[in-house]
């Protein structure tokens, strides 16, 4: 019979939200739809990646953000 495994699964988890943001008001009304997204919806601003990120970099920026706050690998030269 095998042994039990412990602290086995997720132990710990990043995100990587992109620096560009269009206003939910804003858009409600290029839209033509207002308080669709703000009172509907409860949005405030929606994440916009830029012409320089795909959902691979910034999937990368998020791994990299969690190995440098546990310590498990660091290069200097990866940070931006």
């Not at 409860?42 to 990646?49: D, F, I, N, W, Y």
């Not at 320089?52 to 910034?58: K, N, P, Q, W």
């Not at 706050?69 to 030269?77: A, K, L």
């Amino acid at each position: 019979m095998a042994s039990q495994q412990h602290n086995v699964g997720i132990f710990a988890i990043d995100m990587y939200f992109p620096k560009l943001y269009v206003e939910q008001t804003e858009l409600e009304i290029y839209d033509n739809c207002v308080g669709k997204y703000t009172k509907g919806l409860g949005l405030k601003q929606m994440g916009v990646a830029s012409p320089y990120e795909d959902t691979a970099s910034m999937a990368l920026t998020a791994v990299l953000i969690l190995m440098k706050n546990y310590d498990i690998f660091w290069v200097d030269e990866l940070l931006f």
